[in-house]
């Protein structure tokens, strides 16, 4: 310690009291090892305070007066100025190096509140959601999709459902499976919708025009292909969850329902929200895998080429076209569904 090595060759007389019983005696003060040495005119030492220990019963007063800390009946009264003052600078030098288990405990305390407070706003949301997502059944999500089915129905008025378009269109669904192979309910809907949405428990819903308004199934099959994409990519559940906040998980992994009110809000934004983008890779990989023309999609989205010239350049069926996807009067049959 700097301090201590400064102070390491001086002196001061002083009175020293043992125990209140006992008369005060002049002693030489001096500073050792750690230590505050007491000694008699003989230098002789009598006794040895800590330097870590030593206390001071009347701050800012002369004489000061210290004794052991946690003794007060043993005294050292001193007048020498500078005496006072190297003990004084070596006190507050040993307190500065003293452990803090309060600040410690403080700072402790304050990291877990802050870590509880991160996690609940960053992690905890997301894991919810995440764990209801897995623990929903298929039964359920056919629920929350035909719950708005009903809210949207408000906009878009009934679904389109011709008899002979039906069937046609249950042969799209058969020849169109998802990712994972299983089959999607395909639902035409009058107005309100340019291209497609999917709901929570397998429902697409397809706008009127994209049935109407080409001259092949191709296209349609396209944007059936970028919806099961974006479905792969972004659960619809996790969209509706996502769109009502932790309360919403909250209440669907509790009750198994959500609130009605929670259904029409989110099914108002459905018709206007932009479709998220899939990557020209993965819609590669989709009309590959369900041997279907990319081409006629990509011009259905840019009648220029310009913007989806990667993907007409990608078409697996460009030079070989598969197997219709469906006969010219099953198509004719679908673009009459809507009827008049």
Known sequence: MTALQEYQRLEASALWRASPEEQRREVIVSIGEATLVISDLQDRPLTHWSLAAIARANPDETPAIYHP??????????????????IEKLRTAVARRRPRPGRLRGMGLFGSVTLVALLAVFWLPGAMMNHTINLVPD??????GRALMTHLERVTGLPCVAPEGLQVLQKLSARLPDTDGRRNALIVIRSGLRDTVRLPGRIMLIGRGLVEDFEEPDVLAGYVIAEQQRAADSDPLGRLLRWGGISASFRMLTTGTLPDATLRAYAETLLTTAPLPVSDAALKAGFERLSVRATPYAYALDPTGEKTITLIEADPFASAPPQPLLSDGDWLRLQSICGA
Do not use: F, W, Y
């Not at 800390?69 to 190297?86: F, K, N, Q, R, W």
């Not at 039964?139 to 929350?144: A, H, T």
């Open 69 to 86: 800390d946690g003794d007060p009946s043993e005294t050292l009264e001193l007048a020498e100025a500078e005496m006072i003052a190297a």
């Open 139 to 144: 039964v359920k999500r056919e629920d929350l």
